[in-house]
C-alpha cells in the first residue's frame, strides 16, 4: 500500500498539478498537516481492537513521527478548541531530557508535527503540554517510576522503551494509570534490543506491532549516513538490530550472551601460530538442505597456556546445492587463510566428507572428528574461553553470533541446525582446549 504522497511523487505532473489545482484553498493550506496523506504504512496504527501498538524499526526508520502523529490523532478534535479521543496523555523516554528534546520539541516531535492553530504550549515547570482543547500530556522518566503512581491517563506514548532502565517496572506502572476513559491506548516506538519489558509486551495477546528498516524512510535521510552506516554495519548484530529493526533474542541461559560477543570484537589479530578451517557438514547436498557450517579459526600459542589466544577469522557458512559446492568453499577458505589442516565432525558422515575435499584437494590436510558429547557440554567449555576474554571475532560475523547467541547447556534453541557454531566449537577445541589438556593432563583423552 502506497501513501498519498508517493502516488502525488510518483503521477504524471500533469496529474499532480490537477489535484492539487481541484483542492479549496482550505484543503491545500490543510494538506501538509494530514498524516494521513504523507505517512508510510508503518506509521499509521494497525485495525483492531488492540491495547498497546509496538512500531518496531531501524534508527531513522519514521518511529517518532509515528509516535507524535499518534498522539495528535488522540487529542485533536475537528476544530481546534474540540476535544479528540484522549484528554491526559503520558509522555515516557528514558530520561526528562529525552522527552523534551527528542519527543516534544525534537524535529519530529509533537510540536514540529503540530498545526499552528492546534499546537499546544509547554508548561516546563510542570513539565506538560496544553493544548487549546484543554488537552494535556505529562513528561515521565523511566528512571522514576514511581512517578507514575497517582496521576491516571486514557493514552500515552513510550518512545525507546527497550533502552529504559527500569524498564519492567515503569511499564508496569504505567499501566496502572492507563485507566481512563473506555479505550485507553499506547503506543511504544523503539528500536529493538533484546530486552525482557519489550520481549513480553511483544508476547502479549493485546499488542499489535509494526516493523520498518531504515531504508523505509530514506526520502528523508542523508544519502551518506544510508552509505556509512550500511558499510560499516553490514552483515554484523547491530546492523540487523538498529538498522533493520529486528529483535535479536538471546536464548535464556545463552552461553554466549550479546554483552560477551560485543567485547569480543577486535578490528585486527596478531601474527597466528596455527589455523585451521572447521567444517559442520550438509550431509545432504541439495538447496534445502541444512547450512554447511564452515568457520576458519587461528590462534597465538606461544608461551603458557593461560596466555594463549584464539581469533575466529571468517565464517564461510553457506547452504550449498551439492556436496562439491561445499567442499570448493571449505578448500578456498583454506587457502585464503593459509590453513594448517581442515577438520570436521564425521558422526554422521564416514568417509564423505575427506572424500568430497579431497575430489577438490587431493592434498588437503584433513582430521576427522567424533562427537562424544551433546552440542551443548561440548560447547561450555568453549563459552568459558569467550568469558576468560581469550577468543576474539575479526569482521562482520553476526550470523554466527545469532546462532551463539541462541546456544545453551542444554542445547540449540533456535530453528533448524547451529551448523556455524558447531563448526566454531570444534576449531576451539582443536585449536586451544585438546592441546592444553595434553599438555596439563598428558593421560587424558580429548573429545
Request: proline share 8%; net charge neutral; hydrophobic share 45%.
Amino acid at each position: 500500500m502506497r501513501s498519498g504522497a508517493a502516488w502525488l511523487a510518483s503521477a504524471p505532473p500533469e496529474v499532480a498539478q490537477s489535484f492539487l489545482a481541484g483542492l479549496s484553498d482550505s484543503a491545500l493550506a490543510a494538506l501538509p498537516w494530514l498524516f494521513e496523506f504523507w505517512a508510510q504504512p508503518h506509521q499509521l496504527p494497525p485495525a483492531g481492537d488492540w491495547r498497546t501498538w509496538v512500531a518496531l524499526g531501524g534508527r531513522g526508520a519514521g518511529k517518532t513521527r509515528a509516535g507524535a502523529e499518534w498522539v495528535r490523532a488522540q487529542v485533536e478534535g475537528p476544530r481546534p478548541l474540540e476535544r479528540g479521543p484522549a484528554r491526559r496523555l503520558a509522555l515516557l523516554g528514558e530520561t526528562y531530557d529525552q522527552v523534551r528534546e527528542v519527543m516534544i520539541f525534537g524535529d519530529s516531535g509533537i510540536l514540529a508535527c503540530s498545526p499552528p492553530d492546534r499546537r499546544p504550549r509547554w508548561e516546563a515547570s510542570r513539565r506538560r503540554l496544553v493544548w487549546p482543547n484543554g488537552a494535556t500530556a505529562t513528561a515521565f522518566s523511566a528512571n522514576d517510576p514511581e512517578a507514575l503512581r497517582g496521576p491516571q491517563f486514557d493514552a500515552a506514548w513510550a518512545d525507546e522503551l527497550a533502552k529504559w532502565p527500569n524498564a519492567e517496572a515503569t511499564w508496569d506502572m504505567l499501566q496502572f494509570a492507563l485507566r481512563l476513559g473506555r479505550d485507553p491506548r499506547a503506543i511504544v516506538t523503539t528500536t529493538p534490543r533484546n530486552q525482557p519489558a519489550l520481549k513480553r509486551l511483544l508476547a502479549a495477546p493485546s499488542t499489535v506491532s509494526t516493523h520498518a528498516p531504515t531504508e523505509a524512510n530514506r526520502a528523508f535521510l542523508a544519502p551518506a549516513f544510508l552509505a556509512e552506516v550500511r558499510a560499516r554495519y553490514a552483515g554484523t548484530r547491530e546492523e540487523r538490530q538498529e538498522l533493520d529493526g529486528i529483535l535479536l533474542d538471546d536464548a535464556e541461559g545463552t552461553l554466549w550472551p550479546a554483552e560477551a560477543l560485543a567485547a569480543a570484537r577486535v578490528a585486527r589479530s596478531p601474527e597466528l601460530d596455527r589455523v585451521v578451517v572447521a567444517v559442520d557438514p550438509a550431509v545432504s547436498g541439495h538447496q534445502g538442505s541444512d547450512l554447511c557450517g564452515i568457520v576458519v579459526v587461528g590462534a597465538v600459542t606461544k608461551g603458557p597456556v593461560q596466555d594463549w589466544r584464539a581469533y575466529v577469522l571468517e565464517d564461510a557458512s553457506l547452504r550449498a546445492a551439492s556436496p562439491s559446492q561445499w567442499g570448493r568453499a571449505v578448500i578456498d577458505a583454506a587457502h585464503r587463510h593459509t590453513a594448517d589442516r581442515v577438520v570436521a565432525e564425521v558422526n554422521q558422515g564416514g568417509n564423505m566428507v575427506a572424500d568430497v575435499l579431497r575430489n577438490v584437494d587431493p592434498l588437503v590436510p584433513f582430521r576427522p572428528l567424533h562427537a562424544r558429547q551433546g552440542k551443548g557440554l561440548r560447547a561450555e567449555p568453549v563459552a568459558a574461553l569467550y568469558e576468560q576474554g581469550r577468543v576474539k571475532h575479526l569482521g562482520r560475523l553476526g550470523a554466527l553470533e545469532e546462532q551463539m547467541a541462541q546456544m545453551t547447556a542444554q542445547g540449540f534453541t533456535g530453528r533448524g541446525s547451529p551448523d556455524r557454531v558447531d563448526a566454531l566449537v570444534w576449531a576451539l577445541h582443536v585449536l586451544m582446549i585438546e592441546p592444553a589438556r595434553k599438555l596439563m593432563r598428558p593421560s587424558v583423552r580429548s573429545l
